[in-house]
């Protein structure tokens, strides 16, 4: 017998959207560098954050002087700063995903807090009452809890793709590009994904959103990754991201079977065997960006049948890890082919 409907509906969007989302904004570029190989924006310091000064309504007009202004500072590249750096280097401890919030949810906290912010997004409350207290932060205040700030930005991002502003003049767009860019190369070994998906900060389901504003979507023209077509996979993966059953795991597994993928997107050993010793064959000489996508849709999909089928325990965990080297893969690869340093969301 599977888990609850209700808890297998929040553990599947936990995983799945965010490979829907990833995969078709292609959120960042990951490549081989550290943190430390980026440089920090000069703009904030103290009270002078990018929240308080690139997003409130009304930001203090001593926000900005000479050089510092709202162009250079909000809509150019860098724009964390050095005290989210340094977050950004503890992407491997459990503290980085859990901002401190490991107690049991206490319901009926209305001040401000990291932990009250996590409570809303665990319970998919609305964001806006807490949104004046996120946007006033301070510099160490953001830097607390990066993948809350996270939260926050991408949701700003999503409404002001609904005002109709262009994704270029979106300060936040920027800020969630350079932080996914520089969070995927401190933790590109494979379990970003599962902190990720476990930490509670799920923006996956917005971000679903944003892709369907920007015109991204399932389908499309695109390289031919599959031998025999990919339709009726990608009808059920449709259906599962917004609710409905899982894909089949005959389904997963045949898509899975019938790819032709770079050698570069190839998994963990544990992984494929874990999809189907099937999934093997078929292995083309490409580096083509897509078809890692393809591979991470593919492998995510039948974890997340697993998962609701309550079935192949052990399988469960090299799955996700499969999909996150995948979505890695397929970034590392674009970006070397562009030559981007940042700029992942301008792919989508």
């Known amino acids: 017998m599977g888990p609850p409907r209700s808890q297998a509906i929040v553990l599947r969007l936990q995983g799945l959207f965010f490979l829907f989302a990833a995969a078709t904004l292609l959120l960042a570029e990951a490549a081989a560098e550290s943190s430390s190989n980026f440089t920090s924006s000069a703009c904030w310091s103290e009270e002078f954050s990018f929240s ?9 007009a001593d926000c900005w002087s000479g050089s510092y202004n709202y162009n250079n500072c909000c809509l150019t590249h860098p724009v964390l700063s050095s005290a989210d750096l340094g977050a950004l280097t503890r992407v491997h401890e459990e503290s980085f995903w859990s901002c401190g919030c490991n107690e049991p949810i206490v ?11 996590r409570r809303a997004v665990m319970l998919g409350w609305e964001l806006g009452n807490w949104y004046p207290h996120f946007v006033y932060l301070d510099v160490t205040g953001l830097a607390e809890c990066l993948v809350g700030t996270f939260i926050f930005m991408v949701s700003h991002m999503f409404s002001k793709l609904n005002e109709g502003t262009p994704i270029e003049s979106i300060p936040s767009y920027l800020w969630a590009d350079e932080f996914l860019t520089i969070l995927l190369q401190e933790g590109r070994s494979s379990d970003w994904l599962k902190s990720w998906t476990e930490s509670g900060w799920n923006p996956f389901l917005i971000l679903s959103h944003a892709r369907q504003r920007v015109g991204g979507g399932m389908g499309g023209a695109g390289p031919t990754c599959s031998k025999d077509g990919s339709d009726t996979f990608l009808r059920h993966a449709a259906d599962a991201v917004i ?27 544990a992984a494929e065997a874990g999809a189907t010793s099937d999934a093997k064959t078929g292995v083309a000489e490409r580096d083509d960006w897509d078809c890692c996508l393809a591979l991470a849709l593919g492998y995510a999909t039948l974890r997340d049948s697993l998962l ?7 399988e469960q965990e090299p799955l996700l890890n499969a999909t996150a080297d995948a979505v890695v893969a397929a970034i590392s690869t674009r970006r070397a082919a562009l030559g981007w340093r940042y700029g992942g969301l301008r792919l989508l």
């Open 52 to 60: 308080r000064c690139c997003l409130a309504r009304y930001p203090p």
């Open 107 to 117: 319901l009926g906290g209305k001040e401000w807090s990291w932990c009250n912010a």
């Open 308 to 314: 609701v089928d309550n079935s192949h325990h052990s």
């Open 243 to 269: 609710g409905g059953p899982p894909v089949p795991i005959a389904t997963a597994a045949t898509f899975l079977a019938d790819l032709t993928f770079a050698r570069s997107c190839k998994a963990s050993p």
